[in-house]
């Protein structure tokens, strides 16, 4: 099969800067806060010495200053809940939690303050905030610094949590972070940045609507559910499934609260069988969450017992070989599609 | 580990031996890294003082605490370099079983309780170190290690007050590299000092040259001495640099200036020591080039010993999450 080259590629960290940049030309009260978001301190001949940790906000300070591009101390606790104060008074923050492991130093502030207000306070009060933080292992960071755990911040009524797979709906999924109402959570996988990605990024902006998922490719024999890096994960193994002469249905979940139950179940009914690849611990997954959906609403339409591929019950191990074994891979997911289809 | 707490000959060339030791086993990290042995680390080349001459007044069985650059207080702690280097390169003989890496060595035999990776996350840990001595009635001292950046961090206010209100012995040692990744301590610290922050809590702050192991020693040497009274903590604020970037691969000049790192390496502190021991005779170059080139057999048996040092087997992976778990 011959397919056509995306008319405009862009790299992940490249798709999220054009989001922050749009959003922040659109509407003056977005800002962005966080550790070495810029860099340099306020050295005039040393602006933008950084732009992030990851890169992702390279290029905004010297087009938006340092009154809208704010670099913090290392503070989370202070500069997450400054978020929440300037969400709450007018303001539409980003604020960067470069990896979420250290979100524990500020979960006072994300899980009582930024998930409870608006409900609290009888709806008189929003919150518009976009915490944007680094997820993932496969690049020897060792255990705090490589985890997803989104869905511990699922469990919170109140958040959005969103995970973008690839440039395209990284744009989308940030610009319409930024734009809702409601505090938003970005998960953006640091193995999703090493990638070259052959989708087409429009210049325009535009929104990936938060809830939806996508069926990243269409299958007939059995669904694969991805979330982030793992929708990669899920594609590479459908391509092998295919070889084996199995249809694999790939469903790029991209939203895990709210998520879109209805596409899962419709999914599943055609395709009677679902593997859930999930790069979080298993307990309390997002994996487990879906299981249980499935086996709830879906029960009859199963031909076989929901699968569920996540890591193991372990913090993420240093030594290369041990890390490799901690990641979902394609080969684990194909083991498990096979388990099922059996 | 013996101590060196005294101010002699011995003392001299442990500390000299301990600082070249470190700074050619981050030049050795480095080259690892480069070659892909491992991924990134961050060096702490250039603060080699500051931990040197803290340790030299602690025992094995005192605790160290320290940060993602944590190699030298490590090293100065006495902990063994061929399992350091086995544990950069992610071997099971490493000290942490392949299982930790660069940012977080450990080894409780020598009372090195860790490198931690969270910024500003081993300081309320270090003060319940603290509070272990006092409450089983040692007179154990326990020593943080922590950044300019994690100045800004509540828990190190929390711990200071705690300590204080509780008399706990803990080092408080803040390594002010001038640099939080690359933003600087002017631009983040109010009032343009860390130590000073210790009289809200009714201790004694100093501040030191950290590029000075003779002052880092003498400053050292009375805090330990203070804690082990049972007398209560104090707040350390070196002064040093870093000579590298943040973790390897940045370069410091995108945020400071060659006339800065100029002025910090002029005073480079292995350079000041060397100076001290030859003008004052306690040795002579021969000596010292002697310790150097001990210093590079070590690296080299250490790289040896790592190269050929298994990977953990895959069925590690999942020990010692527990100790039981059924």
């Known amino acids: ?342 | 580990m013996t101590t060196h707490s005294t101010m002699n000959k011995d003392t001299l060339l442990w500390m000299y031996s301990t600082m070249v030791t470190i700074r050619r086993f981050e030049e050795q990290s480095r080259r690892e890294a480069d070659a892909g042995k491992l991924r990134g680390m961050h060096s702490s080349i250039g603060q080699e003082a500051v931990p040197t001459g803290i340790s030299a007044h602690l025992r094995d069985n005192d605790f160290v605490l320290g940060t993602h650059r944590s190699h030298h207080h490590c090293i100065a702690k006495g902990v063994d370099i061929n399992e350091m280097m086995a544990e950069l390169l992610g071997k099971a003989t490493g000290t942490n079983s392949g299982k930790g890496g660069t940012m977080h060595i450990a080894d409780i035999n020598k009372g090195m309780l860790g490198a931690n990776g969270v910024v500003g996350s081993n300081i309320p840990v270090a003060t319940g170190v603290g509070l272990s001595a006092k409450v089983r009635g040692t007179d154990q001292v326990s020593v943080v290690f922590f950044g300019d950046g994690a100045s800004s961090q509540g828990v190190l206010h929390e711990s200071m007050n705690l300590a204080s209100i509780w008399k706990l012995p803990v080092l408080f040692v803040c390594e002010n590299n001038r640099y939080a990744e690359s933003t600087p301590f002017e631009f983040t610290v109010a009032g343009g000092s860390i130590s000073n922050r210790a009289a809200g809590y009714d201790i004694p702050g100093v501040s030191v040259d950290g590029q000075s192991v003779l002052e880092m020693f003498e400053v050292g040497g009375e805090a330990v001495a203070r804690a082990r009274r049972g007398d209560g903590p104090t707040l350390i604020e070196a002064q040093t640099y870093r000579y590298h970037g943040h973790f390897g691969a940045d370069d410091p000049l995108g945020y400071r200036s060659e006339e800065e790192q100029e002025y910090y390496m002029d005073r480079d502190c292995i350079k000041q020591l060397t100076a001290h021991i030859i003008e004052n005779g306690f040795a002579g170059e021969d000596d010292l080039q002697s310790l150097d080139e001990k210093a590079l057999a070590a690296i080299a048996e250490a790289v040896r010993f790592a190269d050929e040092s298994p990977f953990p087997d895959d069925a590690d992976l999942m020990t010692d999450v527990y100790n039981t778990y059924a």
Request: aromatic fraction near 6%; charged fraction near 25%.
């Open chain 1, 1 to 342: 099969m011959v397919q056509a080259q995306a008319v405009r590629q862009l790299s992940y960290i490249q798709a999220v800067n054009e989001a922050i940049r749009q959003e922040m030309e659109r509407d003056e009260t977005v800002i962005v806060m966080g550790e070495d978001i810029a860099g340099g301190g306020d050295r005039e001949d040393k602006q933008d010495a950084w732009g992030g940790p990851m890169r992702l906000t390279k290029g905004l300070v010297g087009d938006f200053g340092r009154q809208r591009i704010r670099d913090t101390p290392i503070s989370e606790a202070g500069f997450v809940g400054a978020g929440v104060g300037a969400a709450a008074s007018g303001l539409r923050p980003v604020v960067d939690l470069m990896y979420v492991s250290f979100f524990g130093v500020c979960a006072d502030q994300i899980t009582n303050n930024a998930a409870k207000i608006h409900y609290m306070f009888g709806g008189k009060v929003n919150i518009p905030l976009t915490i944007m933080t680094g997820i993932g292992a496969g690049t020897g960071s060792a255990a705090q610094h490589s985890e997803t755990l989104y869905s511990i911040f699922t469990h919170f009524p109140g958040l959005k949590c969103v995970v973008p797979s690839d440039p395209y709906t990284a744009k989308g999924l940030m610009i319409a972070a930024i734009r809702d109402n409601d505090p938003v959570i970005v998960f953006n996988n640091r193995q999703l940045m090493g990638i070259r990605f052959d989708v087409d990024v429009p210049e325009e902006a535009y929104e990936v609507e938060i809830g939806k998922s996508n069926i990243a490719k269409e299958g007939t024999d059995v669904t694969l559910v991805g979330i982030g890096y793992t929708t990669k994960v899920c594609l590479d193994a459908a391509a092998e499934l295919e070889a084996q002469g199995h249809s694999a249905e790939v469903l790029d979940l991209l939203s895990l609260s709210p998520m879109d139950d209805e596409a899962i179940l419709e999914s599943v009914q055609k395709t009677r069988k679902i593997v859930i690849v999930d790069e979080d611990y298993p307990r309390c997954s997002i994996a487990s969450d879906i299981s249980a959906l499935v086996a709830e609403q879906a029960f009859d339409y199963l031909d076989a017992p929901p699968r569920r591929v996540n890591p193991p019950h372990a913090p993420v191990p240093y030594s290369r070989p041990l890390e490799a074994l901690w990641v979902p891979n394609k080969d684990t997911v194909v083991e498990a599609a096979l388990g099922v289809l059996e």
